[in-house]
């Protein structure tokens, strides 16, 4: 991913006097007593009035601390405009479908089910094979049915909960 314009420009400017850490040498992290984290907590709001306080002096004193903090606040507010693509394939009509025919399809699913054990279940038990036969056949299917069900209602209760499900690659 290309730097935004601001970004790309200073380190232009800056290339042949800076390592390869942007800083010059003899330059270090902290300008005036203010480390680059606090100057980020400064943009994001996260620092304290006393903290606000100090970066604010310093920086009204210090070109340098100007600078990085426009250089901060431009590599901020680029990053924040970026689109990473996670809703462009969404759309109003797209979740009316989705939920209308997820809904369909699980009742015509059920309801598909229900007629088919019903009718299957009449033709096994009114068929002439011997009592304990059908039961034998009946406890593995029924149990089949049971460890099926409670596979798909943990795996629905995890889909719920998950943080990550509606995250799109």
Do not use: C
Not at 10 to 32: A, F, K, P
Not at 36 to 57: K, T
């Amino acid at each position: 991913m290309p730097a935004p314009p601001s970004v790309k420009h200073w380190l232009q400017r800056t290339r042949s006097t800076r390592d390869r850490h942007g800083y010059s040498e003899g330059e270090s992290t902290v300008t005036n007593n203010v480390s680059h984290e606090n100057l980020m907590r400064y943009l994001d709001g996260e620092a304290s009035p006393e903290e606000r306080a100090l970066i604010d002096a310093a920086v009204a004193s210090s070109t340098e601390l100007q600078r990085e903090l426009v250089l901060f606040r431009s590599m901020k507010n680029d990053l924040h405009a970026m689109n990473f693509g996670l809703a462009n394939d969404q759309s109003v009509w797209g979740a009316v479908h989705r939920r209308i025919t997820r809904r369909l399809g699980w009742i015509m699913l059920i309801a598909g089910f229900a007629i088919s054990g019903v009718y299957g279940s009449y033709l096994y038990f009114s068929s002439a094979i011997g009592a304990w036969e059908k039961l034998a056949t009946a406890a593995i299917g029924l149990g089949i049915l049971f460890l099926f069900g409670t596979v798909i209602y943990e795996r629905r209760k995890e889909w719920r909960t998950d943080p990550y499900r509606n995250v799109y690659r």
